[in-house]
């Protein structure tokens, strides 16, 4: 069964400075998608970044980026320029050919002014 | 575009009560999903519809859960009875086509106290 794993339950950040959050994974299929969403205080999730795991290419959307490591299962996610808007819970999704998401645990950001 | 809408936003009821949520997702949008979200914890998946059938409700506590999507658009969650352990957040979310691969979109959540 697939098992998405966040390891790092609160991570803090100075405003401005770059974070990473870290997300292991593992399944048996080579044909899946990794996503981080973000769940600030009011509760509701928004897509952070999306990563085909057939495309090479690390995906990036303005501050964010991701750091994808297929053989090694990993898919972590780097902040720059952090702003205190980022402060949220930011949660590691897996979907695969099941359609089924399975979302890690976890990892509450602070950011400190 | 709207996005999804979950009403109510708040719930507070007694044990043995119940209680029903309900879900508009994003229009066009024939995936529909529902999660239960504990404190600290990521969600969990409850249902999932293609259009009006359920295809996935392994996770759905069929004693006293249940769920419809009558005419394939908005859905409505029922716990009856309620039981202290359901206080929980109930989320909705919704994608577009069948792949399941495409990005969800979710609602703002109910939040359900049991007492």
């Known amino acids: 069964a697939q098992t998405v794993t966040q390891s790092q339950p609160e991570m803090s950040v100075q405003e401005a400075e770059t974070v990473t959050l870290s997300c292991t994974y593992d399944t048996s299929e080579s044909d899946y998608y990794l996503f981080w969403y973000k769940q600030p205080p009011s509760r509701q999730m928004i897509l952070v970044i999306r990563q085909e795991a057939y495309k090479q290419q690390n995906a990036t959307e303005n501050r964010f980026s991701v750091n994808f490591q297929k053989a090694a299962k990993s898919f972590s996610l780097k902040i720059s320029d952090s702003q205190l808007g980022d402060a949220a819970m930011y949660f590691c999704a897996y979907s695969s050919g099941t359609y089924k998401y399975i979302f890690g645990t976890g990892t509450r950001l602070k950011v400190l002014a | 575009e709207a996005g999804v809408v979950q009403s109510p936003r708040y719930k507070i009821i007694e044990k043995k009560q119940p209680v029903a949520f309900w879900c508009n997702p994003i229009s066009g949008h024939n995936t529909l999903y529902w999660y239960l979200q504990n404190l600290g914890q990521g969600p969990e998946l409850l249902i999932r519809y293609e259009n009006e059938e359920a295809v996935d409700d392994s996770q759905l506590p069929k004693d006293r859960f249940s769920a419809e999507r009558l005419k394939g658009v908005d859905s409505t969650l029922k716990i009856q009875p309620a039981e202290l352990g359901d206080s929980a957040v109930y989320l909705c979310?919704?994608?577009?086509?069948?792949?399941?691969?495409?990005?969800?979109?979710f609602g703002p959540g109910t939040r359900l106290t049991v007492l």
């Open positions: 979310a919704s994608s577009l086509g069948a792949t399941g691969r495409g990005t969800q979109y």
